[in-house]
């Protein structure tokens, strides 16, 4: 699943790129895939030295104003306000370092925004950050500090022509403002990434949708083919092989056996050009030849009587025509299925393949044959067949049993659901 969204990753970075500069280098990070896999820290981008700029001019802009304040404040000793103008000097720059060392860079502010007027935009600056890049256990343990010692500052140093109450009042709504835009910014920015995430496990879940969709169809076409290629490979097997055992055969019957071998490849190798084309084309094929239900079940029977076996059919379904198509075509994989095996295990014995059902019943198919007599010669099949056919039958709400009968023969027996009609 990793790999199906770093492709998708990098399906979308070409767009990504031509707008890298929009984002923070934060953004950046998580959406670039080649930053994301090589943990770099990236490089900031011209929306990062806008903002940075912005916020170094703020705190200067609010540390001019400061350093005015405590210049002409004659309860200032010269040295005092000399020490806040330079320690606002350093705050101001350290702001470049924000990005880098946020949580360093606020906690260094504490002290500093205690004993410097000067660096209360710096501070300020400092707080936003820690909101923006840190959790909230960090902001509200250093915020909170900051928002208890605001009080003691302007006790221990009273702004000028500002009663005190209303320099509380009015530090503590800068502080808690700077501190909540981070924490809406932090927000957005989590949002983004969580409907990023949310994206590519959307597209993850629906190429794997696809896939085993694909997969399915597949492995249904192939059980599909293993019927029909089974009935038509044992006819040329079962004809060939007389073929070989009876060379003194009347010609009229190795013409016919001829004919039947003939019929028989072409429609074996029809059939296998159809399906490597579907293959090909990743998908089943609806303009095909259309697929057999129970109608044809007569057709199967005359056609392995051609072939040579003695086939009784029992057909005593009330109506035909009113049978599902897909109830009707596993009831002829059924048959088919319990032909071919007849044919390659039992040959020369009379199969006997019966059919009931009724709409409200379920529709009943079954296919019996007696040992055969004498040792039959081995023909090759991996024995998947009725392998293939229980799961069809599961998978149609039905159920299949096969196996040797009391007797000494074998059957297969399949009943499929066939409800009454709507």
Known sequence: MSTVSGDKAEQS???FEGRRWLFPSAVVHEFDPDTERSGRRPRRTVRDWLVDFSCFL???LIGLAGADAVTGDPNTPHSLALVDQWLGALACAAIWLRRRWPVGLAVVMLPVGFVSGTAG???LIAFFTLAVHRPFKYVGLIGGISVAGIPLYFWWRPEPGLPYLAAVALTLLLTVSAIACGLLVRSKRQLMLSLRDRARRAETEAQLRAEQAQRLAREAIAREMHDVL????????VHAGGLEFRPDAPREEIVRAAGVIRESAHEALQDLREII????AGE???SGRPQPTLGA???LVAESREAG???TLDNRVTDPAAVPASVGRTAYRIAQEGLTNARKHAPGTEVTVSVTGAPGEGLTVSVRNPAPDGEVPPVPGSGQGLIGLTERATLAGGRLAYGPEGYGGFGVRGWLPWGEPG
Do not use: F, I, N, Q
């Open 58 to 60: 703020l705190a200067v």
């Open 297 to 299: 079940l007569d057709a």
């Open 277 to 280: 084309g579907v293959l090909r």
């Open 13 to 15: 970075a070409p767009a």
């Open 309 to 311: 076996m003695k086939v």
């Open 230 to 237: 089974a009935h038509r490979l044992t006819l040329l097997s």
């Open 121 to 123: 935009g710096a501070s």
């Open 284 to 286: 089943p094929d609806e």
